[in-house]
């Protein structure tokens, strides 16, 4: 008997979306604010939104390895959390890890975002071709690549899991909501960024292995969960939980979910409605990372023969504001000035890491399309 196939497949995870949802007759419900109409649809099951038919493919390889491996075993973490039990240890650090990295990059934006990205590249080096050919090179940026969606969740997401060794140098921290407001969830909802770097031109400062790297994941409409680099930061007052009744800390935590969000922003309350679109229409033109692309260096190599290297990295917008919770700490601001990794040796293992499974992917491709 061959195994049933999901075919709604959530980018993010029932385990985590329930938590934001209330109860209903008919099972946990949420309402739903889609910024581009600017439509909210009000009681919406968990279990149909923030999900695509096939998004990972419809083989349910990727879909079952998430469930059994990732969401399964953090979903009993992130239920204590929510419950009140704030003590994360040993082996459950690293599952919290591989799932809060694997959510970054399981989503359509973050799809969209690898895509930009390869795009970026493809249009300098067609940008040089057309030039150099005697055609305009502004025709560059009326093509781009189109990837399947699926392969390349599929890819990304396993790369996610792959990337959480990253985070083992990080400390976590608990926000508890203590305003009459909620914290909300978007479907994109793992924001990452280096408010310590935040004035520096440098093309890896987007990097997972930088220091200074922060994240923050809403768990509950009163909970969200805080990684940071704890050589930088001080959240907090010596304390692994900081209770917030500051309306100001709780916006600006919500303003990172509609500016990470790909459309699709997630509430409990239908109270907060006017609440949600007034942030939505202040935020949603901030777009948090941009790419850049162009050519490094070039050489002429004889007989009409060039060679060129080309870069493409991403910027991050310089944010105006970080919770009052949050402080660098005075020792480190003056290395704020040049690039550093928390640590280089991890990045130089999972850089073989990420060869080494791209190459094992190809044999097996190949070996496939050789049967």
């Known amino acids: ?23 209903s007759k008919n099972g946990k419900r949420i309402n739903v604010f889609d910024i581009e109409i600017s439509v909210v649809r009000y009681n919406q099951s968990v279990k149909e939104v923030f999900s695509q038919n096939y998004f990972y493919g419809r083989d349910n390889k990727v879909e079952t390895f998430m469930a059994e491996k990732i969401e399964g075993p953090a979903s009993n973490i992130v239920d204590k959390i929510v419950d009140g039990d704030f003590n994360i240890a040993g082996e459950d650090t690293l599952t919290l890890h ?44 009326a093509g781009r690549l189109k990837l399947y969606q699926d392969h390349l969740a599929s890819l990304i997401t396993v790369q996610g899991v792959l990337g959480a060794e990253f985070l083992r140098n990080m400390e976590y921290h608990i926000i508890k909501n203590e305003t009459a407001s909620e914290f909300y969830i978007s479907d994109h909802p793992v924001f990452i960024y280096n408010w310590f770097y935040r004035e520096l031109e ?15 994941l809403p768990l509950s409409p009163k909970i969200t969960l805080c990684l940071y680099d704890p050589k930088v930061y001080k959240y907090g007052q010596r304390s692994l939980v900081t209770c917030v009744s500051n309306d100001k800390d709780i916006e600006i935590l919500n303003s990172f979910q509609i500016i990470n969000s790909n459309s699709i922003i997630g509430f409990y309350s239908s109270k907060n409605e ?3 679109k007034q942030l939505c229409e202040r ?3 901030i777009i948090l ?38 402080k660098v700490k005075k020792k480190l601001k003056s290395y704020a000035s040049s690039y550093q990794e928390r640590d280089p040796q991890l990045s130089a293992e999972f850089k073989k890491l990420i060869i ?5 992917r190809s044999i097996v491709e190949l070996d496939q399309g050789d049967g």
């Open 98 to 141: 591989r799932f809060i990295l694997s959510l970054f990059y399981r989503t359509p934006e973050a799809s969209e975002r690898v895509s930009g990205f390869v795009n970026s590249q493809l249009e300098s080096i067609v940008r040089e071709l057309l030039s150099l050919n005697g055609f305009d090179p502004e025709e560059a940026s």
């Open 1 to 23: 008997m061959s195994k049933q196939i999901t075919k709604n497949q959530h980018y993010v995870p029932l385990c985590l979306l329930r938590h934001f949802g209330y109860d």
């Open 289 to 326: 990372r941009q790419y850049e692309s162009g050519i490094l260096s070039t050489s002429e190599e004889g007989k009409g023969r060039r060679r060129s290297t080309h870069f493409v990295f991403t910027r991050q917008e310089k944010l105006m504001k970080m919770p009052s919770f949050i």
């Open 202 to 216: 440098h093309p890896a400062v987007t990097s997972i292995n930088a220091i200074g790297l922060q994240i923050f």
């Open 274 to 276: 006017s609440h949600v």
């Open 283 to 285: 935020y949603k033109n």
């Open 356 to 360: 080494n499974e791209q190459r094992q």
